[in-house]
């Protein structure tokens, strides 16, 4: 256990920040930390299996790959499962499910090529130990991972249980919530300096706040939850319990305020309860109020990080989306486009202030009549988005105004 191949997938654009995680939490570098497609792999051992499930708040899952082979058909993916040594993870006590990916695989039939896996784990038990584990494709002990490209099948292991996004504090949310885990990406990308106060004026039920008065509290993401290593054969509790109580013991008070805000009154409620499940009351502050009236929250310039309203969550905010050209818009009621406004209130009110807009809406920098300075490239579920910075100038308006050619 001195010695296993680890996958951590993540979210498209969301790769090289979770590399960085990774090397902070582990030391691990070289050809022993490569940055992949879709996730980080890794050489590391089994406590950096329990650190990363406790620490990381970018990757999706912590899997321990178990096998890497070619492959031309469905017997060739029951040859290499059957190869695996299953009973050393897991017994025949546990249920299992197996769940497959692919991409430009040759095979018809992806159900077939998982049912085939499926059979040669419980062959394989019934060989060594005369029974067989159940399957349980809802509330399975084990989960199996299989991918396909077009010539190799990777087997792993889940060793996370929930995905990881999945905290243990948010259970208060309203409409598309954005995801603990992409709340992270967006502070790592910003670059943070915990030193200096954050700011969500769009803050919904509280998850970039939260996740960021985490982050300058250094309380672990994992710290409140379960995690599906706790039911494999190799777990050590003792081992697991040393680390969190290591990870509790680095708390500390966090250098500067983290602040939220949300027209929706509701939302700042059900934000406050998360607060205080997430353990960080103290650390974060919640106030009601219009992102396009709320002036800056404390005297002294810091950072905005905002997932602005579209769709649904446009109609809890108090202001009303509509479809232009396929693309969803946000307007104020007076029919007045909501990130224009957002702009000018920026501008005038919020002088030495860096804000990062995560938005699908590749055009939207010319919309608010700003200039990037700087976007990242980041993926929400399915959708293509962009993290755009624009650094607030006293004046800028007024600037853009005049360099702006005649008829723009």
Known sequence: MNSLQLFLP???????????EVHRLTGLAGDDL?????????????????????????????LVQLA?????????????AAGVAW???????????VEITAQHSPLKSLNFAALKIKDAIADRFRDKQGARPDVDTQRPTVRIYAHLTSEQVSLY??????????????EDKGEAPLKETLAAAMIAASGWDAAVPLYDPCCGSGTIAIEAAQVACNIAPG??????????????????????EEAKAQQRAPQAPVFGSDVAFRMVD???????????????????GDALQRLPPGDTPGVMLVNPPYGERIETAGVAGRSQGGRERAQVEDGADFFAQLAAHWKKHYAGWTAWVLTPDLKLPSRMRLKESRRVPMWNGPIECRLFRFDMVRGSA???DADAPAGS
């Open 270 to 288: 059900f934000a406050a309860r998360n607060a205080e499940r997430a353990g960080v009351t103290h650390a974060v502050q919640l106030r009601g």
């Open 398 to 400: 007024r600037r853009q």
């Open 34 to 62: 490569l940055t992949g497609r879709g996730g980080v792999l890794l050489r590391a051992a089994w406590r950096d299996v329990l650190r990363l499930n406790l620490h990381s708040r970018l990757a999706q899952r912590v």
């Open 223 to 244: 710290q409140g939850r379960r995690f599906g290593f706790e039911r494999l054969l190799p777990h050590q509790p003792h081992v697991w319990q040393g680390l969190r």
């Open 10 to 20: 993540c979210a498209a654009g969301v790769e090289g920040f979770l590399a960085d």
């Open 68 to 80: 890497h082979a070619p492959y031309r058909s469905e017997a060739d993916l029951y040859a290499a």
């Open 87 to 97: 009973e050393l993870w897991f017994s025949t006590r546990d249920s299992f499910k």
């Open 157 to 170: 292991i889940d060793t996370s249980g929930e995905p990881l996004f999945k905290r243990g504090w948010r």
